[in-house]
């Protein structure tokens, strides 16, 4: 699983002690949960034995402890509800401070556009307005023509 803080694993804790007291109390093995939640006995014996880091991402724990809270008779969505809000602030605000310590980028690559502009326009310009051959220009090559002709 990935890092959780202090808090969340706290809240983590609360929660998987809170189901396995009522599953002990219904005198329900984890087998017969694990065939009603289609959750791997495994992973059930990992949250109940707080072995957090054998389980996946917090977002399929989620589903699990919803899961195995509406196998016991409890309101699964809500025990699930405490963890996800949990991890999904901290995440948040994680985000957040990654978005302020990145540098702003975004004028080179404005800078960058507007020259690519530049270019494009000076590009079109060329080609719709080629360079225009003046009677100057031509007469070297009339010249030259004109000597080829044999005089008659």
């Given at each position: 699983?990935?890092?959780?803080?202090?808090?969340q694993?706290?809240?983590?804790?609360?929660?998987?002690?809170?189901?396995?007291?009522v599953?002990?109390?219904?005198?329900?093995?984890?087998?017969?949960?694990?065939?009603?939640?289609?959750?791997r006995a495994?992973?059930?014996?990992?949250l109940?034995?707080?072995?957090?880091?054998?389980?996946?991402?917090?977002i399929?724990?989620?589903?699990f402890?919803?899961?195995?809270?509406?196998?016991?008779?409890l309101d699964?969505?809500a025990?699930?509800?405490?963890?996800?809000?949990?991890?999904?602030?901290?995440?948040?605000?994680?985000?957040?401070?990654?978005?302020?310590?990145?540098?702003?980028?975004?004028?080179?690559?404005?800078?960058?556009?507007i020259?690519?502009?530049?270019?494009?326009?000076?590009?079109?310009?060329?080609t719709?307005?080629?360079?225009r051959i003046?009677?100057?220009?031509?007469?070297?090559?009339?010249?030259?023509?004109?000597?080829?002709?044999?005089?008659?």
């Amino acid at each position: 699983m990935t890092l959780l803080n202090q808090a969340q694993v706290e809240q983590l804790k609360e929660i998987t002690t809170q189901l396995r007291q009522v599953r002990q109390e219904k005198s329900i093995c984890i087998e017969e949960i694990a065939a009603k939640t289609l959750i791997r006995a495994g992973v059930l014996q990992a949250l109940e034995e707080e072995r957090f880091e054998e389980l996946p991402e917090p977002i399929f724990v989620q589903g699990f402890i919803r899961r195995y809270g509406d196998a016991l008779g409890l309101d699964g969505n809500a025990l699930s509800h405490t963890l996800i809000s949990n991890v999904v602030c901290q995440k948040h605000n994680n985000y957040h401070q990654n978005l302020d310590n990145k540098p702003k980028a975004y004028i080179p690559l404005v800078l960058t556009y507007i020259l690519l502009l530049v270019a494009a326009s000076a590009g079109l310009f060329y080609t719709l307005n080629p360079p225009r051959i003046t009677s100057e220009s031509l007469t070297p090559e009339v010249n030259s023509q004109q000597s080829m002709v044999p005089n008659k």
